[in-house]
């Protein structure tokens, strides 16, 4: 934030001078407001994370907005499930590989644990993309609505369990 802040003043100050000058001054004003609201909207949960910690933050962010598209569609469209749920299999079956030993920096909420059971938060990981690749099964099968809930349960319990031991 503060490296783009001094960009904008070098820019206004290149066009110093008249008229021109204070149009820039308002133009640049307008930019810096603009980057400031774009910034501010960014969830305060990620404030300060970089490189593989956000990218594994934004990741499980898109896990929790595909679970909410299928609920939202439980009774509607099975191809829209199937295909979140194929997300959720393929991020869980990454994710292992988002955790480099130590990576719990601040804002990150891994715990240490994470490290000294690599093993458990491993096979934690496989639960959920099983039950994630089960569900997927059962809704491409034309199951009926409380059987996908009930499947629905089954792959939120691999979340919770993994959160309980190894998150915040
Ligand atoms: C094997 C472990 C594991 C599994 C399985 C798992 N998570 Fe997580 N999740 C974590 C850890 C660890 C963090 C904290 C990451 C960090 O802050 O560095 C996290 C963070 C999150 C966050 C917060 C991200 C943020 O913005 O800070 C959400 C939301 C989330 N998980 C949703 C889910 C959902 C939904 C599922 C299941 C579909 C799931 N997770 C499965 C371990 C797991």
Not at 136 to 144: E, F, I, P, R, V
């Amino acid at each position: 934030m503060a490296i783009m802040t001094f960009k904008i003043s070098i820019l206004a100050l290149t066009f110093h001078g008249g008229k021109r000058a204070s149009v820039m001054r308002s133009i640049n004003r307008t930019i810096g407001v603009f980057i400031l609201v774009s910034l501010s909207s960014i969830s305060l949960a990620h404030e300060g994370a970089t490189g593989i910690i956000k990218e594994r933050m934004d990741r499980f962010k898109q896990n929790k907005a595909a679970i909410r598209v299928i609920k939202g569609n439980l009774a509607k469209d099975t191809t829209i499930i199937a295909q979140k749920l194929a997300e959720i299999e393929t991020w869980a079956n990454e994710m292992v590989d988002f955790f480099p030993e130590g990576s719990n920096q601040a804002p990150s909420e891994a715990l240490p644990a994470i490290w000294e059971n690599f093993g458990d938060f491993t096979a934690k990981a496989v639960a959920n993309a099983t039950a994630a690749a089960d569900l997927k099964t059962l809704a491409q099968s034309g199951a009926d609505q409380s059987a996908l809930i009930k499947g629905l349960k089954v792959l939120g319990k691999t979340c919770k369990d993994c959160h309980n031991d190894y998150r915040e």
